[in-house]
């Protein structure tokens, strides 16, 4: 790990104007990727500066229904919160899905909509990347490409983003909100917020230089039935291959994302329109376009047996 200097900032604001004062300057929270990272020199960051105090650690009910979940609040007790159980079910059970109950206690929110892939040649600094080293190739493509994506990928990049919070996030559509150096801030619609990797596929999100995450907000409750299910090659602490995250109203009609499979969540406005016609008419739309490589290929009968499980128990009750 490189020497660094490290700062606690005492409001979102001054932290963002930090950040964009510093060149090479990260936000840390919990840690539980940039710390991984930094030890293995991925990420080499100057200065380190801490957000913990900036007390956006709450979880509130916001005007018309749903909630307003800090950056900071931590995934253990996200998952937890009996309105996230209750209304938010598809979120609760894909934080649950993902990782161990010792990293839940310390990840955050706005940390794990930031995660970055967990493709081994952006994590082998031996193997070019353009993720890791933009413009040096993508060792993936033409590499071991089992995990990778089959939807959304580009010549430069074909890495998957590893967030199972975020593929609930999607499906609810939520909002994240963020302040800027000068104070500004925006609210960016989690459909933008990921971006697919074209040409660029280092810049993995809509935030500008200094922009802080301060919180997420939720839309009033869907209702319906809602299920996260993650098909991973073990039972536990694994990312997953493929994941389903569904909500299915009483009339038959509801949304459907997916995980595992690009470079952010997929979600794809037809395939909602087509659930009422089964699983297959949903399946066809959300996985029009893929290319998968010779290794990735069964991601596509993957997801259509899950996605065919899924809405099958749903059925079931």
């Known amino acids: 790990m490189r020497a660094f200097t490290y700062q606690r900032a005492s409001t979102p604001v001054e932290a963002a104007a930090i950040a ?38 709450k979880i509130e009910a916001v005007p018309g229904g749903g909630l307003r979940i800090g950056a900071l609040v931590r ?7 009996q309105r996230v159980r209750r209304d938010y079910a ?53 590499g071991y490409s089992r995990n990778h994506a089959i939807l959304g990928a580009s010549d430069a990049c074909i890495a998957t983003h590893p967030s199972d919070m975020a593929v609930a996030m999607q499906l609810l559509d939520a909002t994240v909100e963020t302040v800027r150096p000068d104070g500004v801030t925006r609210s960016i619609p989690i459909a933008e917020f990921h971006r697919l990797p074209g040409n660029t596929p280092h810049v993995e999100n809509a935030l500008v230089l200094g ?42 009609s509801g949304r459907v994302a997916l995980g595992g499979v690009a470079h952010k969540p997929w979600r794809v406005p037809a395939a909602d329109a087509s659930l009422p016609q089964g699983a297959r008419a949903v399946a066809e739309q959300l996985l029009a376009g893929a290319k998968p490589s010779a290794e990735s290929a069964f991601k596509i009968p993957l997801v259509q047996r899950t996605l065919a499980s899924v809405l099958a128990d749903v ?3």
């Open 75 to 81: 995934n253990t007790d996200l998952a937890a919160d």
């Open 315 to 317: 059925k079931k009750g």
């Open 90 to 142: 598809v979120l609760s059970r894909a934080l649950l899905a993902g990782a161990s109950a010792q990293l839940r206690n310390k990840a955050t929110t706005a940390g794990n909509l930031l995660q970055r892939t967990r493709c081994p040649y952006f994590y082998d600094t031996n193997q070019p990347c353009n993720k890791r080293q933009p413009g040096s190739g993508c060792s993936a493509i033409g």
């Open 20 to 57: 964009a004062r510093s060149p090479g300057a990260r936000f840390i929270a919990g840690g539980t990727n940039l710390l991984d990272l930094m030890k293995l020199e991925i990420e080499t960051p100057q200065h380190l500066i801490d957000v913990n105090a900036l007390a956006l650690d």
């Open 211 to 252: 922009e802080l995450i301060t919180a997420v907000t939720l839309p009033k409750p869907l209702g319906g039935v809602h299920v996260y299910r993650k098909v991973r090659d073990r039972a536990s602490y694994a990312f997953a291959l493929i994941s389903v995250a569904a909500v299915v109203l009483p009339d038959g």
